[in-house]
């Protein structure tokens, strides 16, 4: 009797378990079937939901896979999209962060420099070490915006070699003191007397056609600046830049020297007529340019001397450019001719004008010296 009683309580106890267990299964099997619904519903509607919005030019991309992530922070993203869904003609385009202008002392400079011409230089090695300059020999700053735009001008003639090395070291200069440039070389043409003046009134006009410039640099292909912080732009009276050549003892030969590398605004240059176009060979024209400043109201300003120190490439006096008799009366006259010789009264002929990787050539012909009166 009594294990009859206790094989029934078992049996009892069975059933209640395995009554339980069903009641389980079947609680387990109705939250599964609910919550794998809802998710199913949720991926639906935001499968109709994109179809629509692609109708609309519109796409929006959920990370299902997001550890963590519940329907309610999946709502949440769409209602923080869904507003900027708007009609085309209430678009408003995303705006564009301003370019910074460009310091006025640039951080990049590096102070004085190390220049020698030992080293062997090709035009294909000055390309190398300059990606960034564009063809024409022009580059602008990427990460700021330059306030003024620069021509560099220089009068040329069988200098091939000389180029290289002003190329090799005035790119990497210019392009550290943020300088919105271009370089143009201005080739004289024939044998003839050489005129460095005029062919810088040249350049001055034909780097107006080929852009619009507000400061132009005047240099000589053989000299070298032997510090960045002698920066290559205009100021608010014209520029004397090389005021310390190694050829001087790195002094000014003299108060009214403005020979070398020089800077003028269009406003400046304009306001004296540009350069004398009848200095032929060497000598005079840039005490002539400096007279003809002030005459005109203005004044020469330079850099410190420690900063504006040059060197120069050393080299025979070119053929064709020997020293010109007439510089020191043309000089004293300089009141009297500076509004009837200069860029008012320019002509001359282009017979190439090429963009290479590193500058711009303008090839020109400029004519010949008047014959020099005889004297008996």
Known sequence: MTRLMLGRTLE????AVLL?????????????????????????SRFNNGRNASRNGHHYYYNLSRP????????ATADQLLPSVRPEGNHTPPTTKPIPPCPEIPPGLVGRLLIEFASQMTMERVQKENPNVTEGGKYTPPDCRAKQKVAIIIPFRHRDNHLKYWLHYLHPIL????????????????????????LLNVGYTEALKDAEYDCFIFSDVDLIPMDDRNLYHCYDQPRHFAIAMDKFGFRLPYAGYFGGVSGLSKKQFLKINGFPNEYWGWGGEDDDIYNRITLNGM???????????????KH??????????QRFNKIQNTKNTMKRDGISTLTYRVLQ??????????????GKPPPRPFRG
């Open 12 to 15: 009892r106890i069975c059933k």
């Open 20 to 44: 339980l267990c069903l009641v389980h299964f079947v609680i387990m099997m109705i939250l599964y079937f609910d919550v794998y619904s809802q998710r199913f519903d949720q991926i639906f």
């Open 68 to 75: 963590n992530a519940t329907f309610a922070s999946y709502l």
């Open 175 to 198: 392009r550290r003191q943020k300088i919105d440039y271009a370089i143009y070389i201005i080739t004289q043409l024939g044998e003839d007397t050489f005129n460095r003046a005029k």
């Open 299 to 313: 004044k020469v300003v330079r850099p410190d001397v420690r900063i504006g120190r040059y060197r120069m490439i």
């Open 316 to 325: 025979e006096r070119d053929k064709h450019n020997e020293p010109n008799p």
């Open 353 to 366: 004008f090429k963009k290479y990787p590193l500058y711009t050539n303008i090839s020109v012909e400029i």
